[in-house]
């Protein structure tokens, strides 16, 4: 099992950067494939990207490639996400998420504002 807990967001304008953090506990956490969900008010969760377990494989969802870079430092049980010129479209909750074979573990979340 594995606990998350997510750092970084916060209120920033457009075009401005922020860096989140999701910092795990527990146990094996080089055995967990990450990732980043967000959830925009009336909107369903969305994936943003994903990073495979020793983070040589990444995915983004096509909104944000070329703006985020995921990474995971397994050393220190923590992922990453980088996010440059953001946009007011990028307004939601973000999530962290762990999937070890049949389990999901989410993060309670961090809330990005992107003003315009």
């Known amino acids: 099992q594995v606990q998350l807990v997510e750092s970084g967001g916060g209120l920033v304008q457009a075009g401005g950067s922020l860096r989140l953090s999701c910092a795990a506990s527990?146990?094996?956490?080089?055995?967990?494939?990450m990732g980043w969900f967000r959830q925009a008010p009336g909107k369903e969760r969305e994936v943003v990207a994903r990073i495979s377990r020793t983070g040589g494989s990444t995915y983004y969802t096509d909104s944000v490639k070329g703006r985020c870079t995921i990474s995971r430092d397994n050393a220190k049980n923590t992922m990453y996400l980088q996010m440059n010129s953001l946009k007011p479209e990028d307004t939601a909750v973000y999530y962290c998420?762990?999937?070890?074979?049949?389990?999901?573990?989410w993060g309670q979340g961090t809330q990005v504002t992107v003003s315009s």
């Open positions: 527990g146990s094996a956490f080089s055995s967990y494939v």
């Open positions: 998420y762990a999937n070890n074979g049949p389990y999901d573990y």
